[in-house]
Each structure stands twice: as structure tokens, then as C-alpha cells.
Nanobody, 120 residues
Framework: VQLQASGGGGSVQAGGSLRLSCVAS????????VAWYRQAPEKKRELVAE???????KYADSVKDRFTISRDKASNAVNLEMNSLNAEDTAVYYC??????????????WGRGTQVTVSS
């Protein structure tokens, strides 16, 4: 499956909000987890949030209570609502999907990154 990430670009002021969207082309395996990662300059890529096909979510401590990940089944998208943004949220954000087929094989896909810049 191919992933298309959007919603970044430009700059948002500290305290503001932004929504990122990850749209999957084609059908994913029914057992899948979609996640958002981010990588700031000179830092390792880190998990921001993930959501399973069953709707179970997980967040990095740094974004809990500020970010919300959700699925939009109608558009085959996973959205990341980001509120109360601060400078530490500035990074390139990547969408990732891990699918598990009926044989237990795992397949991972990455979308191109989308830049999120928070200005103070």
C-alpha cells in the first residue's frame, strides 16, 4: 500500500493547531497498525502516536492530551490532530503502516514526510 501524508508545510504559531492526514491507496490488510513518527533535526525518529485496526491508540508521553490520532474509514485515512503546539513539536512527520496478513507476515510502508514548523 502507498501512503500519502499531508497537512504540514508552512508554519504555525506556538499554541496553535494543525491536522495531518495519511491516506492509504488501495486496501490494507484487516489487521494493521498505522502510526505517525517524527524526526527533528539531529534527533532520532520517534513514535508520536499509533492506532490499531481495532481502534486501540498509543501516544508518546510528550504529546499525550495534546494530540489525537483517529481513523476516517470513509476516506481510508488516519488523521493526527495536533493542539497546543510548541517548538519541540517542530519536525518532519512520517506516516507508517504495518500490515499483518493471514499467514502472520508483516509488511511495513512509509509515506513521505511532511514538515511541521512551530514558531514562537
Amino acid at each position: 500500500v502507498q501512503l500519502q501524508a499531508s497537512g504540514g508545510g508552512g508554519s504555525v504559531q506556538a499554541g496553535g493547531s494543525l491536522r495531518l492526514s495519511c491516506v492509504a491507496s488501495g486496501n490494507m490488510a484487516s489487521d494493521n497498525t498505522v502510526a505517525w513518527y517524527r524526526q527533528a533535526p539531529e534527533k532520532k525518529r520517534e513514535l508520536v502516536a499509533e492506532i490499531t485496526s481495532g481502534g486501540i491508540t498509543k501516544y508518546a508521553d510528550s504529546v499525550k492530551d495534546r494530540f489525537t490520532i483517529s481513523r476516517d474509514k470513509a476516506s481510508n485515512a488516519v488523521n493526527l490532530e495536533m493542539n497546543s503546539l510548541n517548538a519541540e513539536d517542530t519536525a518532519v512527520y512520517y506516516c507508517n503502516a504495518v500490515e499483518i496478513n493471514d499467514f502472520g507476515d508483516k509488511y511495513a510502508s512509509w509515506g513521505r514526510g511532511t514538515q511541521v514548523t512551530v514558531s514562537s
